[in-house]
């Protein structure tokens, strides 16, 4: 399983934008040091609160010259028309790769908040076909030489992409999957599906999983495929030396979540295309027991117990998860990032490597002596006295 920062560069009331920005640069370079293996931000535009990261493609280049191994994903790249022409993405995307030695990736979207689609015009009834012919254009220009496309939204004659990227096939691209038929569709597509959200639960979260699976494999994909299981704890990760400390500080993120889902209800009735969104009217924000251990939106505690919320999801198949660590204050996102990267990471990545508690080696050790001593016994039982004399001195 991968691990993925998310940050969107929350800026509380009294900081500015370019000190929050600064914080989230030393978070980024945390991130790398212990061990998580990939960085990313949504694209929001003209937010009101919960997010600033309104130029990714722009933020990115600095961290990307500041880092070596970590690996940078859009999430998500808006692909209305109006707002990202998909030539251009695929433009911005293989320069990306480029500087960063093949370590970009490119999550796409269409838009969730009536504050964007508004402010760039667009229409969410159509904003969903622009996306799919977005993806279309963008593979097409990494993998065809010349290429060309023809539909609804864009009319692209035969032309060479400049640059290329460095990733075979591509860059690895994903979308923005909150309802089960946007997971039936990126399956369909062979690309990867970025789940949950919405507060609803692990056995939603499940079901999607499935439901990706099952259409993966009974589809044949005429292009090359970059599938990818990607599951969003969109409320928050937050680890603290202790759960009672974690559960403390991480009770502001609840604002937060009402805040960022305010706008899902709205959208599901301005078009069919989100309609699923109307379901988290029915969360309660103020049930904390639910929200921190049931709700899927929230993963907060000791690394001990993070670790347990981890192993659901690797349980379930889960090929990235995506953690949002923003929205409280600098000190506590750094603390938290440390040791869930020291603690919680290596568990599922190197656990032969994770050390563990000197009474449990022992009592392994203990366990395995009759195993021992009865092979050991058979050994001499086949050979002389005299050699097993010697043996047993």
């Avoid at 591509?170 to 949950?196: F, K, Q, R, Y």
């Amino acid at each position: 399983m991968d691990f993925i920062l998310m940050s969107e560069g929350d800026t509380p009331v009294g900081l500015t934008h370019e000190h929050r920005y600064r914080e989230l640069i030393e978070e980024v370079l945390l991130a790398e040091r212990v061990g998580f293996d990939a960085f990313g931000s949504s694209e929001q535009h003209v937010a009101i609160g919960t997010a600033t990261v309104s130029a990714p493609e722009v933020f990115y280049p600095y961290v990307m010259a500041l880092t070596s191994r970590i690996r940078f994903i859009h999430l998500v790249t808006l692909l209305p028309t109006r707002m990202n022409h998909a030539l251009r993405v695929a433009e911005r995307i293989a320069t990306e790769d480029i500087l960063s030695n093949g370590r970009v990736e490119l999550g796409t979207g269409r838009g969730n908040t009536t504050l964007a689609l508004r402010a760039f015009e667009v229409d969410p009834t159509e904003n969903k076909a622009q996306w799919r012919e977005g993806i279309e254009v963008i593979r097409r220009a990494f993998l065809d030489d010349p290429f060309s496309y023809v539909g609804e939204h864009y009319k692209i004659p035969p032309r060479s992409l400049v640059p290329k990227p460095l990733q075979t096939p591509h860059p690895p691209i994903s979308a923005a999957a909150g309802s089960p038929n946007s997971v039936e569709t990126a399956a369909a597509m062979g690309i990867g599906a970025i789940m949950g959200g919405f507060y609803l639960g692990y056995d939603l979260v499940e079901n999607m999983l499935r439901l990706y699976d099952e259409t993966l494999a009974a589809t044949t994909h005429e292009r090359p495929a970059t599938p990818r299981k990607m599951v969003l704890v969109s409320g928050g990760m937050h680890c603290a030396e202790t759960t009672a400390l974690a559960r403390e500080q991480a009770r502001p993120l609840f604002e937060m979540s009402k805040l960022s889902t305010d706008a899902f209800e709205r959208l599901s009735k301005l078009s069919q295309d989100y309609a699923y969104m109307g379901a988290v009217k029915n969360v309660d924000f103020d049930d904390e027991e639910y929200l921190f251990e049931h709700s899927q939106g929230f993963l907060v505690g000791d690394p001990d117990h993070c670790a347990e919320h981890v192993q659901r999801y690797a349980d379930m198949g889960v090929d990235a998860l995506v953690l949002r660590v923003d929205s409280l204050p600098h000190d506590q996102l750094m603390r938290s990032i440390e040791l869930f990267g020291k603690y919680v990471i290596p568990r599922f990545k190197h656990p032969r490597n994770v050390v563990r508690p000197a009474d449990d080696v022992l009592a392994g050790i203990r366990a395995a002596r009759p195993a021992h001593e009865e092979a050991l016994r058979r050994f001499l039982s086949g050979h002389d006295l005299e050699y097993s004399s010697e043996v047993l001195r």
